[in-house]
């Protein structure tokens, strides 16, 4: 007897969680994907999640999801068929039907909508991602490790407005689709980076799917028992807790389509006058202590945690008095290479921190 | 025995010229236009000029045109493909090839291009255009007010960039496209407006290519003959000389992909003590007195002469010391309806000033 992977309405809950706490602070929040998802399994029933090596080699495997300012999602009142439009407009651009959804990043916004999509399109979803976590820009995934072009691209947004792009490369791609993005009202839906089930076998992270729903499971189940889920995450996840503190000055802007920033962190408890500071761009990106020693640097993951509940935070929520947990995880050895850190790494966002991995930073804590 | 028009390479000076005045300030500087347009002359033979009403009802007619700023396509060295490119990905969205090549507004380099476009893809050129001057926005066309959609439409830059525009309505493709424009450095190259054969006969202003080249002749001979032509243009047109004098003054600024500002001039001659201020947003829009009175008002044209050559001079080439002809001419009818006005009166640029056709606002004169 074989036994399959299904996402039923009841995971749901578990899905937006992980996948909030995997966003680092960005990736939105799940409350929109997670309804969009539950009504579309609600018509269509659940999904199947596949292992990425059950794809066939010649498959058409494709990544939805929302780009731009996911607060901006909550704002515009999305029509619920933009990202069924983006996979159809991008189906149209192919000649050709996919047959795998795919998440382009773990994150509450872009881990839930895939689904409402696999629902809707009765697809299957692939058991991976291509970041591991949220990044705030389109080439940051590992299929561009493994030169699969992010094009053709296809974005829609909720009046209808629909618009395939074709990039000499994916850094071109993210340009132009973010002024298209804000153009759009803040926000819109993008279906990229078709791929063949081989080129998935070789380019994507594996399991993320899994991983997203267990860490869900944890914060749930920890949450239940009135305990923080920091430490038994921490224990599962190979993560560490960095910090604990109230935030006491968020510095946020709008640039160019991101949200950028800087929030300090005052401690509490044991880390009683101590700072940390937490730049981000839509995701978390750099943690450093008082002193400006760095703690924690991308593409190492940083998650803000609610002190009490254990509750995911986002960049865009966080605001002045949250008591919070600076929680850190080590990312993909895969965003570790010299390929890797030139997507990601630190100097890309203008920050002059040199990556070491959060382990090594971590040492003497 | 019939008779055919063509356009061989011979014609290519006229054309920029007369396009170059019917540009009213915008539609660029000829140069490059009728560069690429010789060669592909040279290389495929001259190009057939159709009338309208000889196309087939089902023909499909593709304007080709550069968006942006002009002077960027004179810095940016267009690799002379970027035209073919537009035209080809918009025929690969329509699944169907073009049967004739339309030129979307006079201008220099508009009236120029699509000729480039025609010999190159051994099409011929309908005797028409969309505006029957230059306009600064995609949606200020007479298709618009027959119905005709901009879109799809199919952008392309020197890097080798595509991006197919599919929106809901004229005025969001101009700005989704203006955007594009913006991130491809300024300017780009364009087909759109697809229209059968019985739309455009609907719809287009017709005999604009020969008008243009007549134009052309006007003033290569009168300037041949050492004579502004500004009279002969008078008399042939029914346009006017509004002003004579010498630019004191550009207030210039580049603002969300256009070139917008006002220019002074002081009155030489029998205009001594007298001024003119020129409004313009790439294109001239509104002429006024040293009262505030106005003397032409768009939709009606605002064409600037060298004093001396009568050589049409560009907002973007105009500067301090440029002895001028300010000339104007009574735009097509189908702009002084009400829904033309709307498209391209006043008051959809932000002047307060109501519109008034040239010929009534210079009575007294």
Redesign the interface.
């Given at each position: 007897m074989e036994t399959i992977k299904i996402i039923t309405r009841d995971d749901m809950a578990d899905v937006a969680l992980g996948g909030a706490f995997l966003g680092t602070g960005g990736g939105g929040d799940p409350y929109i994907g997670r309804l969009m998802a539950e009504q579309a399994i609600d018509a269509n029933g659940s999904v199947q999640v596949l292992n990425v090596d059950d794809l066939a080699d010649d498959a058409l495997v494709v990544p939805v999801a929302m780009m731009g300012a996911p607060t901006v999602m909550l704002e515009k009142l999305p029509r619920g068929d933009e990202a069924i439009n983006a996979l159809r407009?991008l189906e149209a651009?192919l000649g050709k039907k996919a047959d795998a959804i795919f998440c382009i990043e773990a994150g509450g916004l872009n881990s839930t909508i895939p689904i409402a999509v696999a629902a809707t399109a009765r697809l299957p979803i692939v058991d991976g991602d291509g970041m591991g976590r949220a990044f705030p820009e389109l080439q940051m995934v590992s299929m561009t490790m493994f030169d699969i072009h992010a094009c053709p691209m296809a974005m829609a947004d909720e009046?209808?407005?629909?618009?395939?792009?074709?990039?000499?490369d994916n850094l071109?791609t993210e340009?132009?689709a973010r002024?298209?993005t804000?153009?759009m009202g803040g926000a819109g839906l993008i279906a990229l980076y078709p791929m063949t089930g081989a080129q998935a076998k070789q380019a994507i992270l594996r399991g993320s799917l899994s991983l997203i729903a267990n860490i869900g499971r944890i914060i749930g189940s920890e949450q239940a028992a009135n305990r923080n889920p920091a430490d038994k995450l921490a224990a599962d996840l190979k993560g560490m807790r960095l910090f604990e503190g109230r935030v006491t000055d968020v510095d946020r802007r709008t640039e160019g389509g991101f949200a950028r920033g800087r929030a300090t962190i005052e401690g509490l408890e044991s880390y009683q006058g101590q700072k940390m500071f937490l730049n981000f761009q839509n995701e978390f990106l750099l943690a450093e202590d008082e002193h400006g020693r760095p703690r924690a640097i991308t593409p190492d993951l940083i998650c803000l945690l609610d002190l009490e509940t254990g509750q995911p935070i986002t960049t865009e929520t966080m605001g002045y008095g949250f008591r919070v947990i600076v929680f850190g995880l080590p990312c993909d050895p895969k965003w570790r290479t010299k390929h890797g850190l030139e997507l990601v790494g630190p100097s890309y966002f203008g920050y002059e921190a040199q990556y070491k991995p959060i382990e090594i930073l971590n040492l003497q804590n």
């Open positions: 407009s651009v009046k209808g407005n629909a618009i395939a792009l074709n990039t000499v071109s340009k132009f002024v298209i804000v153009e």
